[in-house]
């Protein structure tokens, strides 16, 4: 079946840390493959996306690569920044439908 | 993009009553998805919801427990129905899947009593 499976959190970092947030896939077909992000006390919404092997999706200085032969899709950020405390889910798309992993809380410390 | 309003934002509520959850999309949109995200737990579907037909459950929900109603491309219900405290959870209203972007409604926190 289809399943998404992300590293467990909480991560606790300091500011303008490297962050990695690692998250693989299993999947039947091709999957669009999704970060959804969640700040406190707002509603999810998409951070970046990658709908082919080898895309790279990338915003607000987040990137993920679509690696097919690992089946992975790691969010990384090169210096994370106070605002980046969220809790980050890696999703995929797969006949219309979003299936998402557990979510990886982030804190960033000043 | 699509905005989406949810209500109410929070409900504290007697077991063995219902729940009426509304989702208000600004856009006419051809499916709308429920989600429940259960304390420290991934978001699950619950249903896909069709203008003028009836909605598709997923494994593990039925229609007695979480009937649905979907009367236009703007509007849809979600009703949690003989709730239990196993029912507290975050409940979500969503557009837009495949390989567009999806949108969320901010979600309603039940707890149930």
């Known amino acids: 079946g289809n399943s998404v499976t992300q590293m467990e959190g909480p991560v606790t970092l300091s500011e303008e840390a490297f962050l990695t947030i690692n998250c693989t896939y299993t999947?039947?077909?091709?999957?669009?493959l999704f970060w959804y992000v969640q700040y406190p006390g707002e509603g999810l919404q998409l951070l970046l996306k990658a709908t082919k092997a080898d895309d790279k999706g990338s915003n607000k200085g987040f990137e993920a690569t679509y690696r097919k032969e690992t089946t992975s899709f790691h969010l990384e950020k090169g210096s994370v920044q106070v605002s980046d405390s969220a809790v980050y889910f890696c999703?995929?798309?797969?006949?219309?439908?979003?299936?998402f992993g557990k979510g990886t809380r982030l804190h960033i410390l000043p | 993009s699509a905005v989406i309003s949810q209500k109410p934002s929070r409900d504290i509520c007697q077991r063995g009553t219902s729940l009426t959850i509304q989702c208000q999309v600004d856009?006419?949109?051809?499916?709308m998805f429920w989600y429940r995200q259960q304390p420290g737990q991934s978001l699950t579907l619950i249903a896909t919801?069709?203008?003028?037909?009836?909605?598709?459950?997923e494994s593990g929900f039925v229609i007695d427990k979480f009937p649905i109603s979907r009367p236009n491309l703007t509007f849809s219900t979600l009703t949690v129905s003989n709730m239990s405290p196993e029912d507290s959870s975050i409940y979500l209203c969503?557009?837009?899947?495949?390989?567009?972007?999806?949108?969320f409604g901010q979600g309603t926190r039940l707890t149930v009593v």
């Open positions: 856009s006419q949109v051809t499916m």
């Open positions: 969503s557009v837009g899947q495949g390989e567009t972007e999806a949108f």
């Open positions: 919801a069709n203008q003028g037909s009836e909605a598709t459950y």
């Open positions: 999703a995929l798309s797969v006949d219309d439908k979003i299936i």
């Open positions: 999947a039947t077909g091709y999957p669009s």
